[in-house]
């Protein structure tokens, strides 16, 4: 018995294609890349906004004078493993490394997202696995939107997941920060 050959829906995307279409987009819709495919993103909350906009302007107040440099949710991270290409828009990162392209970073030490309940499985799963296989990535921050809650993985400790509440204070190693989590939340 023979089955007849997959075939693919749509056509594949090459990154180049994806980065020529994305970038300075004036629609102002904005798609993550996988391996070909674009996904459009989704909207966020209030407090979605809210907390990642305090995480960023505690890490811009923080590492101003540094080498590093903290970006906000319109800048991409470019994931690459062989012919496996990703193109993620983070909530937060933060750089350390000469970058070179405008409209993405390949070299983060930092990148946070903030869990909603459209993206959660994502970024605790997909996100998470292809983030921790860039070299310079150090830490990856989950930070709920809805309460004081975040849970952190460490290189160093091999991805191990540590959680902190309230006022339980954190201390992010790639860039010398410690901050309570409420500081973080409305």
């Known amino acids: 018995m023979s089955y007849p050959a997959a075939t693919l829906p749509e056509p ?3 990154p180049e294609a994806y980065l020529l279409g994305e970038n300075d987009n004036p629609g102002g819709v904005r798609h993550e890349y996988v391996n070909g ?7 966020a909350s209030r407090n979605h906004n809210r907390t990642s906009g305090r995480m960023y302007a505690r890490l811009l107040q923080h590492l101003q004078g540094t080498s590093c440099e903290p970006f906000q949710s319109d800048m991409k991270v470019k994931v690459q493993n062989g ?3 990703r193109f993620y828009y983070p909530d937060v990162q933060v750089t350390c490394a000469e970058e070179t392209d405008r409209y993405f970073n390949e070299h983060p030490c930092l990148i946070v997202e ?4 459209a993206t959660q499985r994502q970024d605790r799963t997909e996100k998470r ?11 990856f921050v989950l930070l709920s939107q809805d309460s004081p809650y975040l849970e ?7 991805w191990q997941r540590e959680c902190y509440v309230g006022t339980q204070e954190v201390t992010l190693e790639s860039v010398g920060l410690t901050l309570a989590v409420e500081e973080l939340y409305p």
């Open 37 to 43: 495919l674009i996904y459009a993103m989704a909207g």
């Open 152 to 158: 952190l993985y460490r290189r160093r400790t091999q």
């Open 114 to 117: 903030v869990l909603s309940e």
């Open 12 to 14: 594949i995307l090459t």
């Open 83 to 85: 012919d496996d290409v």
């Open 129 to 139: 696995l292809a983030y921790q296989t860039l070299p310079s990535l150090l830490e």
